[in-house]
Structures are given as structure tokens and as C-alpha cells.
Nanobody, 114 residues
Framework: QVQLVESGGGLVQPGGSLRLSCAAS????????WGWYRQFPGKQRELVAF???????TYADSVKGRFTISRSNAQRTLYLQMNSLKPEDTAVYYC????????WGQGTQVTVSS
């Protein structure tokens, strides 16, 4: 069983930055493929950033060039650096393992508003 705990969200003005963190505990290997998802009200979660076990990264077109995903296997932590934030980035952000989903954490709310 694995537990995922997201943190780092908050209220930020357009153009601002936030850094999200996801701490994993439990039996999953720290080197697995990992990703950040977000969910808009009334919508399904969507994968916005992915990092493979080898460190290869991919991004949704909507965040490419603005978001950066990284990981610390030793600390079992996933990060998402979000720059140049836009109001349309407002959502609840979650981490999980694409293709091998674990139970979802509580997520962290990101609100971009002036």
C-alpha cells in the first residue's frame, strides 16, 4: 500500500510561481514512472506532467515551457515547479503513477487569480 501526500498549493497572482511536492510512503519502488495530474471542477483528472524511471519528461501542451517535473528517488518525493501561472491553471493537483495508479491523495489546490 502506498500513500501519496501533495503539498505546496495556494493562491498566486497570474504570472507567479509555485512549487508543488508529493511525498510517497509505502511499498512502491521509488524509481517508478510518476506524474502530476490536475482536476478542474466537474472534470476528470488529466495528466499534465510525466517523468519516467529513467528521468525522461513529457508535458501536456497546455503547460509545456512553464512547468517542470522532477523527482528525488532517495527522498521518495516528486516536484512540480510551476512558472508563469495563468488563471486557467486553477485546479486541484495530484500525483500518482501513470499506468499503475495507486489510491489518490487529497491533492493540493492551486488558485491563480488577481
Amino acid at each position: 500500500q502506498v500513500q501519496l501526500v501533495e503539498s505546496g498549493g495556494g493562491l498566486v497572482q497570474p504570472g507567479g510561481s509555485l512549487r508543488l511536492s508529493c511525498a510517497a510512503s509505502g511499498s512502491r519502488l521509488s524509481s517508478q514512472n510518476w506524474g502530476w495530474y490536475r482536476q478542474f471542477p466537474g472534470k476528470q483528472r488529466e495528466l499534465v506532467a510525466f517523468i519516467s524511471s529513467f528521468g525522461t519528461t513529457t508535458y501536456a501542451d497546455s503547460v509545456k515551457g512553464r512547468f517542470t517535473i522532477s523527482r528525488s528517488n532517495a527522498q521518495r518525493t516528486l516536484y512540480l515547479q510551476m512558472n508563469s501561472l495563468k488563471p486557467e491553471d486553477t485546479a486541484v493537483y495530484y500525483c500518482n503513477y501513470p499506468g499503475s495508479l495507486a489510491s489518490w491523495g487529497q491533492g493540493t489546490q492551486v488558485t491563480v487569480s488577481s
